[in-house]
C-alpha cells in the first residue's frame, strides 16, 4: 500500500514553460486535493475533487488547472510558469462521506522552483 | 473564514522534555488534524481528532470542541520530534485550514 505517491519530486523550470505534477493514490478515497506550502507557512488548497468527474476552486487556483483522470489520479496543471508559483505541492486524499469528513493522506510533496 | 492559530511558535527543549502545543480555532469544526512535518518536509499525520482524547506512544492530543481548542503533549522528547508541527481544521466544506505552526527543536 503505497498511500499517495507524487511525480517528480522535485522540477526546475524558466518563467512561461508548462508542467503537469502527478498525482496517485490507492486507497480507495473518493476525494483528493491540491495545496502548496511557502516558506515558513501552512499549506494553502488550490483545487480540489470531491469525486470522480468533479472538481472546485480551493484559496489559491489562479495560474493552474486540474483534471480528475480517475478515482486514483488527480493532476495538477501549470499552464505557463511564473516565479511566484515556486513552493513545494502536496497532493492528499481522503474518504469523505455525505455524514463525516475523514482524515486526509498526504503524498511526499513536489519542490518546484520556477526561474 | 475559520481562524486557526497555533502557540508558541518557536519551542526550544533538552531531549527527554515534556511539552505541550496549543492550537486555538474560530468557529465549530467537523474536522481537526494534527500533522508533523519533518525536517525533509514530509508531512505526518499525527492525529485525526475533531474531539475527545487519542494517545499513540509518547503523543497524546485533546480536542475540546465546546471551547475551540486542542492540545498536542510530547513527553519524553527525543532528537526525532524535531520539525514543525501543524494543527488544521475544515468547517462545512473539504478544505483545511492550517495555523502557522509551531517549529520545535529538541537538542541532544
Known amino acids: 500500500n503505497a498511500g499517495v505517491t507524487q511525480t517528480p519530486k522535485f522540477q526546475v523550470l524558466k518563467t512561461g514553460q508548462s508542467m503537469t505534477l502527478q498525482c496517485a493514490q490507492d486507497?480507495?478515497?473518493?476525494?483528493m486535493y491540491w495545496y502548496r506550502q511557502d516558506p515558513g507557512m501552512g499549506l494553502r488548497l488550490i483545487y480540489y475533487?470531491?469525486?470522480?468527474?468533479?472538481?472546485d476552486k480551493g484559496e489559491v487556483p489562479n495560474g493552474y488547472n486540474v483534471s480528475r483522470l480517475n478515482k486514483r489520479e488527480f493532476s495538477l496543471r501549470l499552464e505557463s510558469a511564473a516565479p511566484s508559483q515556486t513552493s513545494v505541492y502536496f497532493c492528499?486524499?481522503?474518504?469523505?462521506?455525505?455524514?463525516?469528513?475523514?482524515?486526509?493522506?498526504f503524498g511526499p510533496g513536489t519542490r518546484l522552483t520556477v526561474l | 473564514g475559520i481562524q486557526v492559530e497555533q502557540s508558541p511558535p518557536d519551542l526550544i527543549l533538552q531531549e527527554g522534555a515534556n511539552s505541550t502545543l496549543r492550537c486555538n480555532f474560530s468557529d465549530s469544526v467537523n474536522n481537526l488534524q494534527w500533522f508533523h512535518q519533518n525536517p525533509w518536509g514530509q508531512l505526518i499525520n499525527l492525529f485525526y481528532i475533531p474531539s475527545g482524547t487519542k494517545q499513540n506512544g509518547r503523543l497524546s492530543a485533546t480536542t475540546v470542541a465546546t471551547e475551540r481548542y486542542s492540545l498536542l503533549y510530547i513527553s519524553s522528547s527525543q532528537t526525532t520530534d524535531s520539525g514543525v508541527y501543524f494543527c488544521a481544521v475544515s468547517d462545512s466544506n473539504y478544505q483545511l485550514i492550517w495555523g502557522a505552526g509551531t517549529k520545535l527543536i529538541i537538542k541532544p
Open positions: 475533487s470531491a469525486s470522480e468527474g468533479t472538481t
Open positions: 486507497m480507495n478515497h473518493n476525494s
Open positions: 492528499a486524499s481522503s474518504r469523505v462521506t455525505w455524514i463525516s469528513y475523514n482524515e486526509q493522506f
